[in-house]
């Protein structure tokens, strides 16, 4: 059994009105420490205003969340200190170098940091002296990762990180997600890319039109999913496409 305080967040109740439609109606949930944990469902289910809200970036109608138990509504500032959030659109100053971003970011948060070593641990510090308007879509996201990470979070949210990635880029996203993890951070991410959520969630959490319809692990989720007497044509095959792609283009990113 899961004891309250191996919970990093709690939602309860979360809701969102726009216009009077309600887009997120009374969602509850917990995220353990160390877990990372994907929140699925189609465009429009209520995914990316659930993260804003839980982040303080949007105001909550009703209902509470809480992470590190602190109360996301009375303590906005207290949030945003321990949460890292990289968004779909990152934006960063032009004619600005990576390090000098970085070491301004930190700043913000009254921290110093090696920046070249940590462009180093996302394969970025041949990159060190450039600009961020050079960087490839791939360098992009690893950048805005990292640039989220310079106040050591406690929770990192991530929104759709892979969309628009090749295959090499998205592998080695995956990697450095499993990385992040491994130095304590709790992550909670949004894919539309259901290999994706298999692969690296511990659990998932299933919206459609502003509700939790399921909640597991993608094991157990399947599971249930047979037991309920679904099946299809088998036909597995040893490699996929991508498989092939990566064998003879090589697994190395191309920055």
């Given amino acids: 059994m899961v004891k309250k305080n191996d919970n990093i967040l709690v939602v309860d109740g979360l809701t969102k009105a726009y216009d ?30 659930t993260l804003e809200m839980i982040e303080s970036i949007r105001e909550i109608d009703s209902g509470n969340a809480t992470i590190s138990g602190i109360d996301v509504r009375k303590h906005p500032q207290q949030i945003k200190e321990i949460i890292g959030v990289q968004p779909q659109s990152p934006a960063f100053m032009d004619k600005v170098k990576l390090t000098e971003q970085l070491e301004q970011l930190a700043s913000a948060y009254g921290q110093r940091v090696n920046a070249k070593g940590l462009l180093d641990e996302v394969n970025l510090g041949e990159k060190a002296g450039s600009y961020v308007e050079s960087l490839s879509g791939g360098q992009k996201q690893r950048f805005s990762i990292v640039a989220s990470l310079v106040h050591k979070p406690k929770v990192f949210f ?56 399921a909640l597991d692990s993608p094991k157990n989720l399947i599971q249930q999913l047979l037991k309920r007497g679904f099946k299809k044509k088998q036909h597995v095959e040893q490699a996929n496409l991508e498989d092939v792609f990566i064998d003879l283009t090589g697994k190395e990113l191309r920055d």
């Fill in 158 to 213: 991530m929104d759709e990180p892979t969309t628009g990635l090749d295959p090499q880029a998205r592998r080695n996203l995956w990697e450095l997600v499993e990385d992040i993890r491994s130095k304590g951070v709790t992550v909670i991410l949004t894919t539309h890319y259901m290999e994706e959520a298999e692969l690296l969630c511990d659990r998932v959490a299933i919206m459609d039109n502003g509700q939790i319809i």
């Fill in 20 to 49: 009077n439609k309600t887009v997120v109606k009374g969602i509850s949930f917990s995220v353990k420490k160390g877990e990372i944990f994907g929140i699925l469902g189609p465009n429009g289910a209520g995914k990316t205003t």
